[in-house]
């Protein structure tokens, strides 16, 4: 039988990986500020003051069609509504990104679904 590249990700784990099942949204709320806008991809950075999920920076994240990035305004104190996303990995997932050396047993993903600006500069 072939030895398989050690670097090769299995077909179906790396299936998981590219698609996760997302569970039903989580809303949250928090407060902090706009660190990025891409217009062109409609993503946006965020700095947070409360931790959410273990983190105070979100990069990437998806905004919802109601957000008008023309109102968004970087460096400025905000309230966040945001869905939060959790996909749970299979075990056979998780035993695989642990023997790479990779502790993960979630993939979490954040939409921002609307902001309101609560402090001007």
């Known amino acids: 039988m ?9 077909q179906d784990i790396d299936a998981e990986l590219k698609s996760p099942k997302f569970g039903k949204p989580n809303p949250q709320t928090r407060t902090g500020y706009f660190l ?6 409609k993503k946006v950075d965020i700095q947070l003051y409360e931790t959410l999920s273990g ?4 990069e990437g ?4 069609k109601d ?10 104190m905000c309230e966040f509504q945001l869905d939060e996303l959790k996909a749970p990995l299979s075990k056979k ?9 990779i502790t ?9 679904k609307e902001f309101k600006i609560i402090e001007e500069n």
């Not at 994240?61 to 919802?64: E, K, M, V």
């Not at 997932?93 to 050396?101: I, P, S």
């Open 104 to 112: 993960l047993d979630t993939i979490i993903q954040f939409e921002l």
């Open 61 to 64: 994240l998806n905004i919802s």
């Open 2 to 10: 072939a030895k398989k590249k050690e670097d090769e990700i299995p």
């Open 36 to 41: 990025n806008v891409d217009e062109k991809d």
């Open 67 to 76: 957000v008008n990035l023309n109102d968004i305004e970087k460096g400025v």
């Open 55 to 58: 983190t105070t920076i979100l």
């Open 93 to 101: 997932t998780v035993d695989y990104l642990k023997e790479q050396g």
